[in-house]
């Protein structure tokens, strides 16, 4: 089933509202994903983004769609066999740091929702121009943070962000609080240590936290 530019950008409009952060996940061993994904719904975070780094990404995909509350998504999709290959797996959405024509042309056609990315106000305004009114604000912090992201709200007040880069519990709150902005990515709700020793009550108490922002 195709999707157009408009039902792509409502769906992850919605999808970024369901709560203020959107977990990025580094899954280095499939047999963290459920409990991981148990963890954080359990937390008030219930938009997953594993991203396609690790060859473990994909199993852990399908690990994370199989448990109650969640919506699990591919983050790192650059191409269409990215986008192929996550929908295989069960994903029901896309993130990708930027964007090209293949890679929307590919998520339209496959119906697969995309967060494409923007760092620049051409990027934002070529992406706006093909109809897509939501999208990343990558590498967040390494190209201005907050503030530039306020300035980009002054010409551009029609395009909503979920910025995503160096995004922590320092500066979360700065993003929040602008008008464009629907909500963050941050891997900090669920640090590497926590998740190889199993810690899932602490990610939990950390996705809470991060779910009152």
Known sequence: MTMTPLEISRFTETLC????????????????AAPLAEALIAGGLPVLEVTL??????????????????????GTVLTPDDVRAAQDAGAQFAVSPGATDRLLDACEAAGLPIL???????EAMRLLE???????????????????LKALGGPLPQVRFCPTGGIDTANAADYLALDNVLCVGGS?????????????????????QAAAL
């Open 17 to 32: 509202r369901k709560a203020p952060v959107i977990p990025v996940l580094v899954i280095e061993d499939a047999a963290h």
């Open 53 to 74: 780094r690790t060859p473990a990404a994909l199993d852990a995909i399908a690990a994370m769609s199989g448990v109650p509350g969640g919506i699990v998504g591919a």
């Open 116 to 122: 494409p990315g923007a760092a620049t106000a051409s």
């Open 130 to 148: 093909r109809g897509y009114g939501v999208q990343k604000f990558f590498p967040a912090s390494a190209i201005g943070g907050a503030p530039a």
């Open 188 to 208: 900090w709700v669920a640090p590497r240590e926590l998740v190889q020793k199993g810690e899932w009550a602490a990610i939990t108490g950390l996705a809470r």
